[in-house]
């Protein structure tokens, strides 16, 4: 598919909770400043939408993927659904997934231990007849960890974000659209 008959450039999946107002909010303005064109599920929905419906089709309309794990984005089902759709597209039709570890380790969202166990723990209960379900979610945040994403560690917020926009323009292969962006950021 040709770059311009996207949507999106990216699509930013976030634990709403846990980052919305804070480091999503930085990374989503560092982007658009960037000339990136995001989609984020707080203001790109229209009231009166089907909000699962309007999620896969912006998730398809966009060349990749920003998925922000924090520490408690799997005990969000919307989360865990948004992260499946997102590893079926990149396993259909090679959308690029970029994993952001903000505050938790890909060993701990991969083998599912600390928060990701307990969420575990409570979907079980709640997912008894549909352990299948759950199964999938395991699997999928076991692939994304592996992926291979940018980790935060013990840098500031802000240094992180640049590193993640300058990841993203890479992947997109847009330097150009990056430009003004790397000037003012160096």
Not at 78 to 96: F, N, P, Q, S
Not at 160 to 177: A, M, N, P, Y
């Amino acid at each position: 598919m040709a770059f311009t008959s996207y949507t999106y450039q990216v699509f930013l999946s976030f634990r709403g909770e846990d980052t919305r107002k804070n480091f999503t909010d930085h990374l989503y303005s560092t982007l658009s400043r960037a000339g990136i064109v995001t989609f984020r599920d707080d203001n790109s929905i229209q009231r009166g939408e089907n909000i699962e419906l309007e999620i896969e089709k912006a998730i398809q309309e966009s060349q990749m993927s920003v998925v922000v794990l924090s520490k408690d984005y799997a005990s969000s089902t919307w989360c865990l659904d948004e992260l499946v759709m997102i590893m079926d597209r990149k396993r259909t039709a090679g959308h690029i997934v970029l994993p952001v570890f903000y505050d938790v380790d890909p060993s701990q969202v991969g083998e599912q231990t600390g928060n990701y166990a307990e969420a575990f723990a409570k979907h079980q209960d709640h997912f008894q007849d549909d352990m299948e379900r759950v199964e999938k979610w395991k699997a999928t945040l076991k692939e994304v960890a592996y992926l291979g994403g940018m980790v935060l560690q013990d840098r500031h917020e802000s240094q992180f974000i640049g590193d993640i926009v300058e990841e993203v323009g890479k992947r997109l292969d847009s330097t150009v659209l990056l430009a003004p962006y790397i000037a003012w950021h160096r």
